[in-house]
């Protein structure tokens, strides 16, 4: 009986704030500065019963700033606000997933009509990376930092061999041959509609940008299986950019900690 009244009761605190969450996370993608606004206007409408319980329920919540230090070069990692996975849910037709925690379930990025959210739009390159390692598959990893127009700044990651990486990469090399690789854009990524349906990504600033020759020379490895020779030519290119952006591979001397609540999942199975 009691653990029937603690579902219920926590139901309905997660439906009262779940519209406020959701709107906290969006200001983060839509380039609004003040993102205190929306847990402000949450505490200060909600009953005290509701407030007291959700204290207690964000006590359970997993700090999602140790997943950014795995994944970023030297176990550092600038201050981020938000971290997001490419496809990390294989069941969802989302694309965009912001990770939570250890052992939270990503949560899918919808927009407000309820599709998959698919721009990440007016961001600036930061960073680039490829870290390995990572995770108990021991993967290697594409990481790309990016800052909005408002200051805030998101990782997106994806493996390495990934057609979203391969995209990516030839896109911000795109932007580089251009001398463009400062500028704003728009990073746009979406899924296939052949076999699995592979998330592939575009690099718009105004035009799409993508340097023809390294897309092909990427996909002839990927044909042949070539990881290795594969992995090469990303690696080379993302030293060229981090050059460019001079940026370095050594680790920050301090670790500002990632601290990013979940919301309840929006249209997305997990």
Known sequence: MKLMIHNRCTSVVLTYVR????????????????????????????????????????TMLVDSSAIVADLVSGGEAPEINMMIGIGVVKES????????????KPAALMTKAGKPLTRLGNVKLIDVDIVTGIGTENATKLNVILELHSGNKILVTSGIQTWWSHCVISGLYGLFQNGMITESFNLDSYRGNMGRKPIFASIRCGDVYSDKELYAILNADRKEKAWESYELFMSSVV????????????????????????EETVGGDF
């Open 239 to 262: 030293t060229t950019l981090k050059d460019t952006l001079n940026t370095t591979t050594e680790p920050d001397t301090s670790v500002e900690a990632v601290d990013v609540q979940v």
């Open 93 to 104: 037709e989302a694309v965009l997933f912001h990770y939570i925690g250890n052992d939270e």
């Open 19 to 58: 519209t406020e969450l959701i709107d906290w996370q969006r200001s983060i993608l839509h380039e609004t500065n003040n993102n205190t606004a929306a847990y402000q206007r949450l505490y200060l409408s909600m009953p005290f019963w509701a407030f007291i319980y959700l204290l207690n329920y964000m």
